[in-house]
């Protein structure tokens, strides 16, 4: 008999060293299957997101200097980091 699948939401997901580390809501433990499915919908916002992030970075080095230094893509907010401050006005 077949395990009955668990489905877990990805909470967040991180590469280091070239490994792609994916945070779930619970431990799963060594040896279980994993199959993965892409939320077609959030994917294509992230990737409108991720492109809006390199337009923005990229104006405000060439108008200001600034590189960005990090960035932040979550459901609810993205932000950018950059190596100097902007005012408002400047935003």
């Known amino acids: 008999m077949e395990p009955t699948p ?3 939401t990805l909470l967040d997901a991180h590469i280091k060293n070239d490994i792609i580390y994916h945070y779930v809501e619970q431990e799963i433990p060594v ?3 994993v199959k993965g499915y892409v939320d077609w919908t959030q994917r ?3 990737m409108q997101q991720h492109s809006g992030e390199h ?3 990229g104006l405000v080095n060439k108008y200001y200097g600034y590189d960005n230094v990090g960035f932040h893509l979550g459901l609810q907010e ?3 980091d950059f190596n100097g401050s902007l005012t408002l006005e400047q935003l």
């Open 55 to 57: 337009i923005i970075s």
């Open 6 to 8: 668990t489905h877990l």
């Open 44 to 46: 294509f916002d992230f």
């Open 31 to 33: 040896g279980t299957v």
């Open 78 to 80: 993205v932000t950018l």
